[in-house]
């Protein structure tokens, strides 16, 4: 049992021995000035070099790690395989391959792209969330409002801005119960479900019942910033059977751990596989098309991740940031119409008529993009669409 840890080192006229060097540096220190006995109990320690390719400007090394040297968690892994390795300038941990033994160690997504599906009723187009924008320093009548208004369009998602914490006008309570009572009343006289995110925040070791208690009050998704407060937080929730919430992975912060080329983590890694393998529902990451972009390649690896077969249930790809209705084709085609989630924040609320045409021209676009009818023609029949992309553009006709 173990795991191979795939890195990007700077070239090296001698990678090998260099490789070498690390995998027993990072496991059971020198090989060759120990005693015959020693070795023999430190074999199944010991780090060993699956492979070395070189490259033009790095070179992949692949390292396989014991299990017997780490608990089975994430903190231990990344301490082990990268703890040191991260102060080397270059440096990049690029992947993580985990044995079956140690993968069942991992809860993975409790609800998926499946479970969510079923909450929601809706299984042949993506989804569409909406994040509340314009609420710091506005009260709960204004929450409400923007809520009502969003529900009439026809939104699937509402989650909270990831920098909205506890505060007095706001507070948490009042949101999960104020929230609970439109969407519960917008149930009865639709029959649409919808989730809405509370950011979940505070102190680490006050989550936990946080939580909980915001599942007893009728919550029916959480907001969290996975890299601020840790993945093994996002595990922890996950696994609290007391609270058993689709949990919305918001990746802030994750930028400088993989966002600058050459160093850190690699975004499919971070964002994806182990946001995906601790449990969240959905990874929400900047799109490559907005004003917080990180590259398509980047992108589509982390969707990537979230989707590709294993154990666990798939995570929903949330793109995110600069997202308006002209965008949706090229997201169809980017990332499929299975798994993912169009996600908006001023795309909703900055339409020239406000935030409910705001949903109903994403909608439109949707619908459109699923039945691979253009936007402009598409746009004949909706008048909040032809606003949109007025207003924005239609990225498919440039």
């Known amino acids: 049992m173990g ?23 990072l496991t059971v220190g020198s090989w060759t000035d120990i005693p015959h006995l020693e070795r023999e109990q430190l074999q199944k320690h010991k780090g060993e070099v699956i492979a070395v390719e070189r490259g033009e400007e790095k070179d992949t090394v692949k390292i396989y790690y014991p299990a017997a040297n780490f608990s089975p968690d994430i903190p231990a892994i990344l301490t082990t395989v990268y703890g ?83 505060n007095e006008l706001t507070p948490f309570y009042k949101r999960v119960t104020t929230a609970k009572e439109i969407l519960d009343r917008h149930y009865q006289e639709t029959g649409r ?51 058993g919430l689709p949990i919305v992975a918001h990746s802030a912060l994750s930028g400088a751990l993989a966002g600058y080329a050459g160093s850190g983590y690699s975004y499919s890694l971070l964002v994806g596989k182990l946001t995906r393998l601790a449990g ?8 490559p098309y907005g004003n917080v972009a990180i590259s398509l390649a980047d992108a589509l690896a982390i969707n990537q991740a979230l989707t590709e077969e294993n154990i666990f249930a798939k995570t929903f790809a949330v793109p995110s940031a600069g997202i ?54 598409a746009a004949k029949t909706s008048l909040p669409l032809q606003r949109a992309l007025q207003q924005w553009g239609n990225a498919a006709a440039s």
Request: zero cysteines; aromatic letters at 10%.
């Open 324 to 377: 308006h209705p002209g965008l949706v084709p090229q997201l169809v085609q980017d990332f499929g119409v299975g798994n993912l989630v169009v996600n908006a924040g001023g795309g909703i609320f900055g339409h020239p008529d406000g935030p409910t045409p705001g949903v109903q021209a994403f909608r439109a676009a949707i619908e459109a993009s699923v039945q691979n009818i253009p936007l402009a023609e």
């Open 84 to 166: 040191k390795l991260s102060f080397f300038e270059g440096y990049e941990l690029v992947d993580l391959t985990f044995d079956d033994a140690l993968l069942s160690h991992f809860p993975g997504p409790r609800w998926g792209e499946q479970g969510i599906r079923h909450q929601l009723g809706i299984f042949d187009r993506p989804l569409l969330m909406a994040i509340f924008k314009g609420v710091m320093g506005r009260d709960l009548a204004f929450f409400s409002a923007q809520l009502e208004e969003l529900l009439a369009g026809g939104i699937d998602l509402i989650k909270d801005d990831e920098i909205l914490f506890e």
């Open 280 to 287: 969240g529902d959905f990874s929400l990451f900047p799109s």
């Open 193 to 243: 479900r919808v989730l809405y995110a509370v950011n979940l925040s505070g102190r680490t070791n006050e989550l936990q019942e946080k939580a909980e208690r915001a599942a007893e009050w009728g919550a029916n998704a959480l907001l969290f910033n996975v890299h601020a407060y840790g993945l093994d937080m996002l595990q922890t929730l996950r696994e609290n059977p007391n609270i």
């Open 3 to 25: 795991v191979i840890a795939t890195y990007r080192f700077p070239t090296h006229p001698d990678q090998q021995r260099r490789a070498e060097q690390y995998a027993l540096g």
